[in-house]
């Protein structure tokens, strides 16, 4: 059984990729994702700075 990652998106990136990892983790559409982003984003700024720092923590997929 393979175990299940959570990386960066090699294909389906805006910016970092990582809307788009966290969409393939869970198997959903990243277009709900970048909104939840953006909405997280401008509600004080705390988005932003999880955003920068899950792109920074979370690597990228090594099979795509």
Known sequence: MTEKRLYR???NKMLC???GGIA???NIDPTLIRL???VF???GGSGILAYIIAAIIIPDNPEA
Request: charge should be neutral; charged fraction near 15%; proline fraction near 0%.
């Open 36 to 38: 939840l982003a953006v």
């Open 24 to 26: 393939e983790y869970f």
């Open 41 to 43: 984003g401008l509600s």
């Open 17 to 19: 990729g990582v809307c």
């Open 9 to 11: 998106s090699r294909n």
